[in-house]
């Protein structure tokens, strides 16, 4: 874990003495597709004893880094943000749960822009884009700066292009939007991502596919060196995933083939995980999974995508992914028995296996979801009195004494 200043006031959930309180998991929908069977909700929850959290130690760390680095922004410690930013990424430093750091104290430099531009206050975040823009003119050859520079012109024409579709002044915010989109073009076109070994540069250069006229014939040459970069990186398959999907610039056979592609690419780093990825983005973009997909490799990558980090915080947006899959093939009844089976044991893996704290906010539906999952795997042994806790690598049950 890197440590930042806010870090080291964290009080974590497995430090002695420093418990916090604990979360109280009850039902909160009542969604009758999560019933366990012969069991209730409250039976199930009340026989877990691992440790529940609203929100993980990953998330936790990235919401650290941004805070410190907004803060180190706002006091005019340029010089250790640019050091920091410029390090980070060129080292390629990975925060907890996959998460690299570039990209996260970037954020918290913009973190003023970021706000502005949610209320789309557009004077504010010109004045932060000058702010950035001062800054860059004291460090013409650091690519941290020019990254921060062209990443707040790509965040305003974003959001621009945005209000355009909202405002009777469309034509005149869609024109101020590309002159954003041309300005960040020119400055990253002074600095070469392979060269500057940087794969922050190659993600700030990905995001100009929406608002360049070439959009579509560069995006894949984009995602590919962003890939050469960064090939543990599950955030450039989610982005280049969305890009895939009909409504941009692919079709359900472009995006399948993408899919298998990016597979290969990054293979000898994280076997199948960007299959994985690729359809968990789709899926969450379009509400249901694509009928292009190959669900055994799909589930083998969801595996490589836990394994790639080990961490609690993918172990649990894999369950809970698993735990929605599998009420929804459920729904289906016959139709849907082979893929309830192989889900079903997907997720007997993976609570068995690797997950040994929940993390609630990366359940969709809470608790409900959650006692579903445990019901379906550990359901046998609750009926007959077992409580879960954690056991080797993952989740196991055992018998009270008393009984």
């Given amino acids: 874990m890197l440590i930042t200043p806010s870090l080291l006031h964290v009080k974590t959930r497995r430090g002695r003495g420093r418990q916090e309180t604990a979360v109280s998991l009850r039902p909160i929908s009542r ?14 929850l009340d026989r877990l004893d691992v440790p529940v959290m609203l929100t993980g130690p990953e998330m936790t760390e990235w919401h650290c880094i941004r805070q410190d680095h907004a803060a180190m922004t706002a006091a005019g410690q340029w010089g250790d943000v640019l050091d920091a930013l410029r390090f980070a990424d060129q080292d390629r430093t990975m925060a907890s749960g996959g998460c690299r750091v570039a990209p996260l104290i970037s954020d918290g430099i913009r973190t003023r822009l970021t706000e502005a531009l949610a209320r789309q206050d557009f004077p504010a975040a010109k004045a932060e884009l000058l702010r950035f823009e001062a800054v860059f003119e004291m460090n013409p050859e650091d690519h941290a700066a020019a990254h921060l520079v062209a990443r707040a012109q790509i965040d305003i024409g974003l959001a621009k292009r945005t209000a355009a579709g909202k405002s009777q002044d469309q034509h005149a915010l869609w024109a101020e939007s590309t002159a954003h989109f041309d300005a960040a073009e020119a400055i990253l076109d002074a600095f070469d991502p392979i060269s500057e070994m940087s794969p922050l540069l190659a993600e700030t250069r990905y995001q100009l596919v929406r608002g360049v006229s070439d959009g579509a014939d560069l995006c894949r040459d984009w995602y590919e060196d962003w890939c050469d970069l960064a ?8 982005t280049h995933a969305i890009q895939m999907l009909p409504d941009w610039f692919g079709s359900l ?51 490589d995508y836990v394994a790639a980090t080990g961490c609690q915080h993918r172990a649990n947006v894999a369950a809970q992914l698993l735990t929605c899959l599998m009420r929804d093939f459920r729904r289906e009844g016959p139709a849907g028995a082979y893929h309830l089976t192989k889900v079903r044991a997907a997720l007997s893996d993976l609570l068995w296996n690797h997950l040994q704290e929940v993390h609630l906010d990366r359940w969709q539906d809470g608790s409900d979801s959650l006692a579903f999952a445990l019901g379906e795997v550990f359901g046998p042994a609750l009926k007959n009195g077992a409580r879960i806790g954690r056991k080797g690598d993952g989740l196991g049950t055992r018998m009270p004494r008393s009984l």
Avoid: N
């Fill in 253 to 303: 056979a472009a995006f399948e083939k993408a899919a298998r592609r990016a597979t290969r690419l990054t293979g000898h780093a994280t076997g199948q995980a960007a299959y994985a990825v690729y359809h968990m983005t789709a899926r969450e973009e379009l509400g249901d999974l694509l009928p292009t997909i190959d669900l055994a490799l799909f589930l083998r990558g969801l595996s």
């Fill in 231 to 238: 090939p543990d990186d599950a955030t450039a398959h989610a």
């Fill in 31 to 44: 969604d009758p597709s999560y019933g366990v069977d012969g069991l209730s909700v409250e039976d199930v």
